[in-house]
């Protein structure tokens, strides 16, 4: 019996399906750049092999620069910048691909707010290291090069483990959830003044483990 009267109704319509993708696939490509914004997306969301990948590089050619410059903008920084430009494309691609752009034709609106919501968290990010930085850094590093004066956070996190519970808790929610004393003290239960004192010891601890010449366990 021919090998072809042994397969499915199904693989064979599977099979001709991929091999008209082939064919057709070409012409789509080089239209790709001439499409609209809307239609570049609308490829990406496709999915079908070749053409939608011919569109997802379309679609970072035209917006990659525009992000970038909105990063170097609200950034003031070119590896940050580029971070954040991988990053947006990337999460528009997964959302088109979901089907979770409802309209493909303000893609340029959501590209643009997936933009100003990372940013917004880049900056949240590094303003929590750069208060980690100041709280915790080992003073001995400023006998050293600028360069080399940096805050171990492996070794800051092992400290952190050997804190007891409340007042780990106390930590994190200040420089990790970015709480005041006040919104810490009301998940707690605790009054705010007690806050502090915990904080204040937590940290004078911390500060003695970072700086500490002994090995952390």
Known sequence: MPVAATLSAGAIAGALTMRAGRWYCQPRM?????ASD???????????PGSAEAAEGELYRRFAPRVRLYGLRHLRDEDAARDLVQHVILVTIEKLRDGLVRDAEQIAS???????TASIDLKRRERRRERLRQTF?????FERPAAEATLDVDRLEACLAQLAERERTVVLLTFYAEQT??????????????????????????????????AVS
Do not use: M, Q, Y
Not at 30 to 34: F, T
Not at 38 to 48: F, L, P, Q, S, Y
Not at 181 to 206: C, N, T
């Open 110 to 116: 959501f590209i643009f707010g997936v933009s100003r």
């Open 181 to 214: 004393a006040d919104e810490v003290a009301k998940e707690l239960g605790a009054s705010p003044g007690h806050v502090r004192v915990i904080r204040h010891r937590a940290i004078a601890r911390l500060r003695k483990c970072v700086t500490s010449r002994d």
């Open 38 to 48: 809307g239609e570049v997306a609308r490829a990406v969301a496709a999915r079908v």
């Open 137 to 141: 850094i080992d003073p001995r590093a």
């Open 30 to 34: 080089e239209a790709i750049a001439d």
